[in-house]
């Protein structure tokens, strides 16, 4: 049993899903197991919820279910079950998507995407890892996939005292899997692609390439990855892409997919960092495509992290024609949708030039996000034409 200190309930009534280690009566921090299951309650004893705890964190327990039951296959099958007929309702005819989302999914800190015939899982917190078999079990029966793969080498593992590991958790998994992702073919390194192997969260937002990228445009797309941006681009009739990553498997990928969808002859590939690209190059394109990682990983690096993303803004819209697009993303949640725009109108004012801003995207609603808990939005995007 784990009991609150008084008045420490309300956000957790609000809807929020995260206990704090100070929010925390009884029983001390440091007799709670790593992973192990607790009933919640308030101050006065009212039961608030299912949790697992975990004391080596700052959020030290997290919510499962708001009503008294036990945490086994039964709680698991409805959770996959009901996020399954989330995904197959927003997408009848799509065989890749997130499955569960977290937090959004009440699952916290379990990711499963799908690709086809492949699961792609990470846990990210102890109370997860204690779960996976069962996790495992529940996915299989209800989806019959051909492999489960865990990717559990998330950075927010060592939050949670929790090492860093990939492997084969069920069945076979394939070298790549390949995804129809709006009528272009993807190849998914689910084994050592980035995340679980390809940006779900920005699926959606893609078909902008349509509207913006018009025939026999020049393209840069930054931190490019597997090219899905620049290959969108290419074949809404983009004369010409030039994709830049630091990462030589990411390049590779690129140029298999533009092979893979008949669009190599259009893509120039530069192994090198945005801002040194940046720097060097004089050419200039008609659209500018920034996704980057997350430049803030905390609330500490806020202030530093948001100069980051005013920099890097800065020197594409100096490289970009006039009447050009910018389409540009944070996916840190840590800057609220308000002070990312703000950013780029100081990147704007710095490079001289103004913008009007033509689209706002987010993540995909195949990750959702709750009203209750901020932290579950993250991913902002800007189209905006230079003027």
Not at 201 to 211: A, H, I
Not at 288 to 297: C, G, N, R, T, W
């Amino acid at each position: 049993m784990i009991t609150l200190k008084k008045n420490h309930d309300r956000r957790i009534r609000r809807g929020h899903l995260w206990v704090f280690s100070n929010e925390i009566a009884d029983p001390p921090i440091s007799q709670l197991e790593p992973g192990s299951l607790h009933e919640m309650r308030d101050a006065s004893g009212e039961f608030l919820g299912m949790v697992y705890a975990n004391p080596n964190s700052l959020i030290a327990a997290r919510i499962l279910s708001r009503k008294r039951l036990p945490i086994d296959e039964d709680f698991f099958r409805q959770r996959v079950i009901t996020a399954l007929e989330l995904r197959k309702r927003l997408f009848p005819s799509r065989d890749f998507f997130r499955l569960v989302f977290s937090e959004s999914d009440y699952l916290p800190g379990l990711i499963v995407d799908r690709y086809g015939p492949v699961l792609v899982m990470q846990s990210l917190t102890a109370g997860m890892d204690g779960l996976l078999d069962t996790v495992v079990e529940v996915l299989v029966d209800v989806l019959s996939p051909d492999g489960v793969y865990f990717r559990n080498d998330s950075p927010m593992r060592l939050l949670e005292g929790l090492p860093q590991e990939k492997r084969l958790a069920y069945g076979t998994i394939p070298e790549t899997v390949v995804i129809d992702s709006g009528g272009l073919k993807f190849q998914v390194d689910v084994k050592e692609g980035q995340k679980t192997g390809f940006f779900l969260d920005q699926e959606s937002n893609r078909s902008l390439m349509k509207t913006f990228s018009f025939l026999g445009a020049r393209v840069l797309d930054l931190f490019c990855y597997t090219g899905a941006w620049g290959l969108h681009a290419a074949a809404a009739g983009a004369e010409e892409v030039t994709a830049v990553d630091t990462s030589e498997r990411a390049l590779g990928l690129v140029e298999s997919n533009a092979e893979l969808n008949g669009l190599a002859s259009k893509f120039g590939l530069f192994k090198e960092s945005a801002i040194d690209f940046l720097k060097r190059t004089s050419e200039t394109w008609d659209v500018i495509v920034l996704d980057p990682p997350a430049f803030i990983k905390g609330k500490a690096h806020l202030k530093e992290g948001t100069k980051g993303y005013i920099d890097v803004n800065r020197r594409a819209l100096t490289k970009l024609n006039p009447g050009g697009i910018l389409v540009t993303c944070s996916c840190s949640h840590h800057l609220d949708a308000e002070s990312f725009e703000l950013a780029l109108l100081a990147a704007a004012r710095q490079s001289g030039k103004e913008l009007r801003v033509l689209a706002t995207r987010g993540q995909g609603p195949d990750h959702p996000f709750l009203l209750s808990m901020p932290e579950t939005r993250y991913l902002k995007l800007i189209a905006a034409q230079a003027v």
